[in-house]
């Protein structure tokens, strides 16, 4: 629903359980639709665990200092041991990088 921007069509809808969730939160994906888009590619194991993962990110960090990355130990687990596609986060330098959480293009005038 949040993400394909679907509406219930009514209260018996499935999908209306998700209208009275608050999903507010300190977690965050820059770019989701990247990640759904490319979703075919992965295993539902893997996109769980990517986002999981991704979810540890202080968002306070990201609006600070516009941090993308994960210091390894701070995630939950190593994704070198947990991700059966193991491009979606690389560790360099002791730090995760997401793939599909690159910087917003900045728009110059």
């Not at 009275?20 to 939160?25: H, P």
């Not at 600070?64 to 130990?73: E, F, H």
């Amino acid at each position: 629903m949040i993400v394909k921007g679907e509406i219930p069509n009514s209260i018996n809808d499935p999908i209306y359980k998700y209208c009275v969730i608050d999903f507010s939160g300190d977690s965050f994906l820059i770019n989701p639709e990247m990640l759904l888009y490319n979703a075919y590619k992965y295993s539902y194991k893997d996109i769980t665990r990517y986002l999981a993962i991704a979810s540890v990110r202080p968002y306070a960090e990201y609006l600070v200092r516009g941090t993308l990355t994960l210091p390894l130990g701070e995630a939950p687990v190593d994704p070198r041991n947990h991700l059966d596609s193991p491009e979606l986060i690389t560790v360099k330098d002791g730090v995760l990088h997401f793939l599909y959480e690159t910087p917003p293009l900045s728009i110059q005038h």
